[in-house]
Nanobody, 119 residues
Framework: QAQLVESGGGLVQPGGSLRLSCVGSGFIFSTYVMRWYRQAPGKERELVASIDSLGGITSYPDSVNGRFTISRENSKNTVSLQMNSLKPADTAVYYC????????????WGQGTQVTVSS
């Protein structure tokens, strides 16, 4: 019943931009910490962005800091990831996930959307 569905992935050239969206249903979206992860072939899953329930606190690792921006619109049960200045190293399947606390486990995961950065 609870569900997260990502969209917006695709093929983009280096230096380009993409905006990913994730829509939640079946749970109280506005009370959840939301996160974006990515996983590239041969690499461990990497947390790339987090946002608290009200959107007042965000967090990014050095690998994407300054290029990626997470945001949410609770009235639409949506969390987004704006990705700018994309690099081939950003190529991965991107997943959204939700947690009841900032440091807690994820209760819900999306199915993933492929992002490919290539010339």
């Amino acid at each position: 019943q609870a569900q997260l569905v990502e969209s917006g992935g695709g093929l983009v050239q280096p230096g380009g931009s993409l905006r990913l969206s994730c829509v939640g249903s079946g749970f109280i979206f506005s009370t959840y910490v939301m996160r974006w992860y990515r996983q590239a072939p041969g690499k461990e899953r990497e947390l790339v962005a987090s946002i608290d329930s009200l959107g007042g606190i965000t967090s990014y690792p050095d690998s994407v800091n300054g290029r990626f921006t997470i945001s949410r619109e609770n009235s639409k049960n949506t969390v987004s990831l704006q990705m700018n200045s994309l690099k081939p190293a950003d190529t991965a399947v991107y997943y959204c996930a939700g947690s009841r606390t900032w440091g807690g486990r994820n209760d819900y995961w999306g199915q993933g959307t492929q992002v490919t950065v290539s010339s």
